[in-house]
């Protein structure tokens, strides 16, 4: 079963910034918080990834609070082609693990 | 630099029948991962290969079973479909444990009638 908890929907006007929100409360000191995203009709994307200190690369910041017991994904402008489902997960780094995917969110970014 | 690719991108089976999915890992990794993903619902993990081998499953049945090959491709079979099999298969692979996450392919929709 999933290790997160997110909301099932969100909108966002083009051009501002997204943040979605995921619930980890029963994170392990050594797990991981990763975000993936899924386009339609595609395979699923990775997006970033961190431990406990906040992450940004070229796609999007992740800030995950200081318990770990959260995390936010943050797309800085979002665009019509970031309407996706967004998933979060937790996740060990060793062998023995995989991605377990829950619903995630479903985010329209509306024009 | 091709990433993951998965043949063929759809198909369509009997119930009754076999079906074998194919994947080919994106250069430089070398540990597979398939999942099933049914419609408006996320993917779910069946297992994986690493060095030749099943390394982990899911809550699959044995109908489903796999193979990867010496030069990382890998092969998803299914035994006896049934209709609750239809979905988009994925194929996920990642150099070692996937530490920097997965690259999945575009999938193979999967059809049964």
């Known amino acids: 079963d999933a290790k997160t908890t997110q909301p099932p929907s969100m909108d966002c006007a083009e051009g501002r910034a997204a943040n979605l929100p995921c619930n980890h409360s029963?994170?392990?000191?050594?797990?991981?918080v990763y975000w993936y995203r899924q386009i339609h009709s595609q395979g699923p994307q990775y997006i970033i990834h961190g431990l406990k200190n906040n992450e940004t690369n070229e796609m999007a910041s992740l800030i995950i609070t200081e318990d770990r017991k959260s995390s936010t994904l943050i797309l800085p402008h979002a665009t019509l082609r970031d309407t996706a489902v967004y998933y979060c997960i937790v996740r060990g780094d060793n062998y023995g693990q995989n991605f377990v995917f829950g619903p995630g969110t479903r985010l329209s970014v509306l024009p | 630099d091709a990433g993951v690719t998965q043949s063929p991108t759809h198909l369509i089976k009997t119930r009754g029948q076999q079906v074998t999915l194919r994947c080919s890992p994106k250069s430089g990794h070398d540990t597979v991962s398939w999942y099933q993903q049914a419609l408006g619902q996320g993917p779910q993990f069946i297992f994986q290969y690493y060095e030749e081998e099943e390394r982990q499953r899911g809550n699959f049945p044995d109908r489903f079973s796999g193979h990867q090959f010496p030069n990382y491709s890998s092969e998803l079979n299914v035994n006896a479909l049934l209709l609750g099999d239809s979905a988009l298969y994925l194929c996920?692979?990642?150099?070692?444990?996937?530490?920097?996450?997965?690259?999945f392919g575009s999938g193979t929709r999967l059809t049964v009638v």
């Open positions: 029963t994170i392990s000191g050594n797990e991981y």
């Open positions: 996920a692979s990642s150099p070692g444990t996937g530490f920097y996450g997965y690259t």
